[in-house]
């Protein structure tokens, strides 16, 4: 009888998926969940900047330009008496959304490209694979700075510059997995019984592969803001008046003596990043056994 | 003999890198915008007919794209890259006047970054879950998550302006003059012609740009240093060295370091990659005349000459550092070379 019961409750226990297991480290791992913290606030404010913000994000007020941080301007006014902590709040907007932007439709078409280069072989991966090879043979703001040069300044120029240089580091990371995957059995199994090419990619091979990429997005995606802010605040990103915090850091670059200007978009980036890198962080401990005991 | 086939054959490698790498930019910068004369003459020029008729016969205009892109190859490989729409000079010529002043921050960030990221590393491993640790992780996380231009600018509203104890932007101070030129490396050129006025404004003016730019780096070493050396000091040997009665400082120097230190090549690639693209941050705020301002210049001006040339020079840099990376790696670990 207690022996039944044991075998019970065994087979319980052994439908926890590795997914579930990894879910719960990430929920159990306190930098992470700070890090998750940072980004919920960051989604609230960009949701509520309208009730946030005691002003328009572009209003002037000339009577009172570059005032130091009061009561009535918590983070000070900028060089058109705009105030900054609105600028701020609305900001929140802009580089949250963007950043996302970057890394999912990098990963998107780097893992479909990818997938398929690894899949299919022959000249098409080749081929593939040394645009990969030319493309990463950049340090990617170098390149993201020609290509956004090239396209002229705005936001959605400097979202695809960016998309351009990321998509090869998902492509090769997502070959290497489907060149691993696709030699198991339960592969061949499917081919035995006569599915088709593009379902066995999509449905047997490619959810086997995910696990790294999440990582790899997850880790990335800090950065992507930051390269965001750096094209805007080179002038190859937002342009002015619009409030992003690259392109607030800009205008306040040469009156950095009014400290205000620039000290808080920064601290609005530094925040946001870290969140996603604290994030990221916890991602890769849950999915990498290794770095778990460290 | 083995070393020496194993980097002929990565040199080998590289050239059809470096095709690949020009036809890349030609097609982004000669087919994305509409006119093809708006890439080599400035707008004024344009207007007139005889430089129009001249550049149209240098850069072949008038033939087929492919045989356009070989007259670009034929020049490049001659050394013209075109005139830059800014400065009017070779582009070559304004990159070897411009590299210099970026090899002498990337030197001084690296100087820095080993500095204080390998003993960081070491005592964040040798007290791995104390205080220092966590420091040191958290100073780690900062230097990637903290924008370059911004902690730039904070630096110098405290040190130049709030403070007074460093210098502002720029590579030396105005007063004083560069040193007599030798190799474009100013604290090189100072020594060398005994100028310690220029030598000792030179070295404060690298203090603050060399600290934000080898942040990134400096966090990077730390923390494999701090993984790689908890790792060795796990292994058997050192279980043996510590057994045998040594010290434990000589464990960790002599036995545990030199171990541990091996990945550091490996990241080395990583870290140049690091500092190009810091370089191109921190000399904007900086006004530091260097290759990476001339690249954000370049592409702020639509400079399209000198923003191939430079591009292209970065890549080629880039690749070559990747090279020695490898080669180092290959001394180290002769399994590589057989791969």
């Known amino acids: 009888m207690a022996q039944s019961d044991n075998i019970a409750s065994l087979k319980i226990q052994k439908s926890d998926a590795p997914w579930k297991r990894r879910v719960k480290s990430l929920l159990r791992n306190p930098m992470a969940m700070f890090g998750v913290g940072i980004i919920i606030f960051w989604i609230l404010v960009a949701f509520l900047a309208p009730v946030i913000a005691p002003k328009g994000p572009l209003e002037q007020n000339i009577g009172d330009r570059m005032q130091p941080p009061s009561s009535q301007y918590w983070f000070g006014t900028d060089e058109l008496g705009r105030d900054v902590f609105s600028r701020v709040v609305y900001g929140a907007r802009i580089s949250l959304p963007i950043g996302l932007i970057v890394i999912v439709f990098a990963m998107i078409f780097g893992c479909f490209i990818g997938a398929t280069a690894g899949y299919f072989g022959g000249v098409y991966d080749l081929l593939i694979m040394r645009l990969a090879d030319i493309t990463m043979s950049f340090p990617s703001i170098v390149l993201a700075l020609a290509i956004a040069a090239v396209l002229g300044p705005s936001l959605t120029n400097a979202l695809i510059a960016m998309i351009l240089v990321w998509w090869p580091e998902y492509a090769r990371l997502m070959r290497g997995q489907v060149l691993s995957v696709r030699n198991n059995e339960y592969v061949a199994a499917a081919v035995l019984l006569g599915a088709s090419q593009s379902r066995i990619l999509f449905r047997h091979i490619l959810p086997n592969t995910f696990g790294p990429i999440l990582v790899k997005a997850s880790l990335d995606a800090g950065s992507a803001i930051l390269n965001i802010a750096a094209l805007s605040f080179i002038g190859l990103g937002a342009v002015p008046p619009t409030a992003e915090w690259g392109a607030m850091i800009s205008t306040g670059r040469y009156k950095f003596y009014n400290w205000w200007m620039t000290t808080f978009p920064g601290l609005a980036i530094l925040s946001v990043v870290l969140g996603f890198n604290f994030f990221g962080d916890g991602v890769r401990d849950a999915f990498d056994p290794r770095t778990n005991k460290s | ?339």
Do not use: C
């Open chain 2, 1 to 339: 003999m083995n070393l020496i086939s194993y980097i002929v054959r990565r040199l080998l490698l590289m050239i059809p890198m470096i095709i690949g790498i020009t036809i890349a930019l030609f097609v982004v910068t000669r087919i994305v915008p509409v006119n093809p004369l708006a890439v080599i003459l400035t707008e004024k020029s344009m207007d007139n007919p005889a430089s129009v008729k001249a550049a149209t016969e240098k850069w072949g205009l008038d033939k087929s794209l492919p045989e356009q892109y070989f007259i670009y190859l034929k020049n490049l490989v001659q050394g013209d890259m075109g005139i830059s729409f800014k400065t009017k000079n070779p582009v070559t010529k304004d990159i070897i006047t411009f590299l210099p002043a970026t090899i002498e921050l990337g030197i001084a960030s690296f100087i820095f970054a080993i500095l204080l990221g390998l003993p960081l590393g070491i005592f964040a491993a040798l007290r791995a879950g104390k205080f220092i640790d966590h420091f040191s992780r958290v100073f780690a996380l900062l230097g990637a998550s903290m924008p370059p231009f911004w902690s730039g600018l904070l630096m110098l509203f405290l040190f130049y302006y709030k403070l007074g104890v460093l210098p502002g932007p720029g590579r030396v101070d105005a007063r004083i003059g560069p040193p007599t030129h030798a190799t474009g490396l100013f604290l090189f050129d100072s020594l060398l012609a005994g100028d310690m006025p220029a030598f000792w404004s030179s070295l404060s003016h690298l203090i603050l740009p060399a600290i934000i730019l080898g942040w990134f780096t400096l966090a990077l070493m730390a923390r494999i240093t701090r993984s790689s050396l908890i790792e060795v000091l796990q292994q058997d040997y050192i279980r043996t060295a510590r057994a045998k009665g040594l010290r434990e400082s000589a464990v960790v120097v002599k036995h545990a370091l030199q171990n541990a230190l091996i990945p550091m090549v490996t990241i080395m690639g990583l870290a140049f990659a690091g500092l190009m693209t810091g370089a191109i941050m921190t000399e904007t705020i900086f006004a530091w005349p260097g290759i990476g301002r001339y690249a954000v210049e370049a592409s702020v001006n639509l400079d399209y000459p000198a923003l191939m040339g430079t591009t292209l020079v970065i890549a080629i840099l880039y690749m070559f550092m990747n090279l020695i990376v490898d080669v180092l790696y290959a001394v180290i670990d002769p399994r590589i070379r057989e791969a």
